[in-house]
């Protein structure tokens, strides 16, 4: 979802980075091969994930949901030299595909795929943390907050996506059955409210949020 009308979105665009070449080779096969492709992060938003992994120049990095790679591989743009990765999909037909960019990118031995119920994968992971980003099943939002909040080293920041879920976090009359909106809502008050960290909500996309660990 876009906030901008598209001419504006277009321009926005035209005058920010290029993706890699990697990066658009991997974008059009996710959109010839691999359904849902409407999931992958793609150019604006990847440049943007770039940027502040880059401001922060992270040592330790943990995605939630890798999806095709494509995150990740921007994510990986930051790392400090011998830095780590660690990226959890629980679709296991995705790795391969995800292992083929990773290997033809700078970085492909600097991360590492979990395959598997991130809920179960996150505690056994013993390393912090001073980059998270979380873009996997929206119910599990707050399990993983909570999950990874000690994880996540003073100063770390947290990047939430897909938080304004497509304008359906603004319905007065929210169905119980619409799970995902009201699991969207309470994390979205959560990390507003949990002293923490600070947080930030833009307007990016389906919006995402960035918090910083206190």
Same mark, same amino acid.
């Given at each position: 979802?876009?906030?901008?009308?598209?001419?504006?979105? *277009?321009?926005?665009?035209? $005058?920010?980075?290029? !993706?890699?070449? =990697?990066?658009? &080779?991997l974008h059009k096969e996710t959109y010839q091969k691999i359904l849902q492709p409407r999931m992958v992060s793609g150019h604006y938003q990847g440049r943007l994930l770039s940027m502040i992994s880059k401001l922060i120049n992270p040592k330790t990095i943990l995605e939630i949901g890798t999806y095709t790679g494509y995150s990740a591989l921007c994510l990986a743009e930051g790392l400090q030299d011998c830095g780590e990765l660690h990226t959890i999909d629980i679709n296991e037909e995705l790795v391969?595909? &995800?292992?083929?960019?990773?290997?033809?990118?700078?970085?492909?031995?600097?991360?590492? &795929?979990?395959?598997?119920?991130?809920?179960? /994968? /996150?505690?056994?992971? *013993? &390393?912090?943390?001073?980059? #998270?980003?979380?873009?996997?099943?929206?119910i599990n939002?707050?399990?993983?907050?909570?999950?990874?909040? !000690?994880? =996540?080293?003073?100063?770390? #920041?947290?990047i939430s996506d897909n938080v304004l879920w497509s304008g359906k976090v =603004?319905?007065? $009359?929210?169905?119980? *059955?619409?799970? @995902? @909106?009201?699991?969207?809502?309470?994390?979205?008050?959560? #990390?507003?409210?949990?002293?923490?960290?600070?947080?930030i909500m833009l307007p990016i996309r389906d919006g995402l949020t960035i918090s910083r660990k206190k």
């Open positions: 979802m876009n906030f901008l009308p598209d001419a504006l979105d *277009e321009y926005v665009i035209k $005058n920010s980075q290029k !993706e890699p070449k =990697l990066l658009t &080779q391969d595909f &995800q292992r083929k960019y990773f290997d033809k990118s700078d970085y492909g031995k600097c991360i590492y &795929q979990h395959l598997g119920n991130a809920l179960e /994968i /996150i505690p056994t992971l *013993e &390393q912090n943390f001073d980059l #998270v980003f979380i873009d996997a099943d929206k939002y707050s399990k993983y907050f909570h999950m990874i909040i !000690e994880k =996540l080293n003073s100063g770390g #920041v947290l =603004l319905e007065k $009359n929210i169905k119980k *059955e619409d799970h @995902t @909106t009201i699991s969207i809502n309470a994390y979205n008050h959560l #990390v507003n409210t949990d002293k923490r960290i600070e947080t």
